[in-house]
């Protein structure tokens, strides 16, 4: 049995909440690259993971949404590619300890294809790179996540299609008068015709706006696609508070969405940024209670 299909025989699934700002309250700094702590700081990112499965989270991402060398570049590791990514899953593995999946998160390289700023063919080889040393390491599956351009976004879903793992990719939907299309301008009816014709296994949209504004997203994704459906939203729209982003959104409040959402088509329901364990907790007792209504 395929790990989708094995998770998806009890869906809805819950997956983890954020990783970049639980890394943030942990230490990581403006402009650090939490993708470089996999090296110097293991326990950190392991403890970060590990929380989420004690929460509840059956699929739990790994700290190498950056880890292409597009970005790393500009870090400076460019030539640490493979080792960044094979110890990114690593440490998921040993924090999952069977008790959860483990879907590698692959991110945009950061730089805007329309601009030139990075050729079709220099995307597509960071995204082969990366993708190839997720799937010698053991990853169960790539999400390609938080991706703005579709077409960087194809790019990729081709790249990691060819390590023969199930492959993911997730929008962000926060532009335009209803924050319902991509930065580029793309529809999710658009995103989810063009994703299913690229070959992905399961179709997503995480970041932008917060959970209320993803259920719409989420039930026009569904009209679309007979795909898998994974929204992860964030905790509200953040406020800055001397400096730093501040979520108003308590776990409840966000967890009060979860049947909603479920009722609009997500397979699998998770949070980013701002969301942490406490978020996770709340939305597996959600989801338990849905599924023992629904029996």
Same mark, same amino acid.
């Given at each position: ?13 819950v ?39 004690? @929460? ?9 949404? !950056? ?26 593995r !040993?924090? &999952? ?5 483990? %879907? ?15 050729? $079709? ?6 995204? $082969?790179?990366?993708c190839? &040393? ?8 790539i ?9 960087e ?6 790249? $990691? ?6 492959v ?5 939907f ?23 014709a ?23 994704l569904?009209?679309?696609? $007979? ?7 964030? &905790? ?13 959104t308590?776990?409840?409040? %966000? ?29 597996? @007792? ?10």
């Open positions: 049995m395929s790990v989708l299909t094995d998770l998806l025989a009890s869906a809805p699934v997956a983890d909440g954020a990783l970049g700002t639980e890394l943030q309250a942990r230490g990581l700094a403006s402009g650090e690259l939490p993708d470089e702590w996999n090296l110097s700081h293991p326990d950190v990112i392991e403890d970060v993971i590990r929380s989420y499965v004690n @929460a509840g989270s059956e699929v739990v991402l790994t700290a190498t949404f !950056r880890a292409n060398r597009v970005t790393l570049a500009g870090h400076g590791l460019e030539d640490k590619v493979t080792e960044i990514n094979r110890t990114g899953i690593e440490i998921a !040993r924090a &999952a300890a069977g008790r959860a999946r483990v %879907f590698a998160s692959v991110g945009p390289t950061g730089k805007l294809l329309m601009m030139g700023d990075v050729t $079709a063919g220099e995307a597509r080889a960071a995204f $082969a790179e990366q190839r &040393a997720i799937a010698d390491a053991g990853a169960d599956a999400l390609l996540e938080t991706m703005t351009d579709l077409e976004a194809k790019i990729a879903v081709a790249a $990691a299609r060819e390590t023969g793992l199930p993911g990719c997730s929008m962000v926060d532009t335009g008068k209803k924050k319902d299309r991509t930065m580029m301008g793309a529809t999710p009816e658009s995103v989810a015709a063009e994703l299913e690229a070959g992905v296994d399961f179709i997503g949209a995480n970041c932008g706006v917060g959970i209320q504004g993803y259920i719409e997203v989420c039930r026009r569904r009209a679309a696609t $007979a795909k898998p459906l994974w929204i992860k939203a964030n &905790a509200g729209l953040p406020e800055m508070v001397d400096g730093k982003a501040v979520y108003r308590t776990p409840e409040e %966000f967890a009060s969405s979860i049947p909603a959402l479920i009722e609009a088509g997500a397979n699998f329901v998770g949070g980013c940024c701002g969301t942490n364990p406490d978020f996770i907790r709340a939305t597996a @007792a959600v989801v338990a209670k849905t599924k023992a209504a629904a029996k």
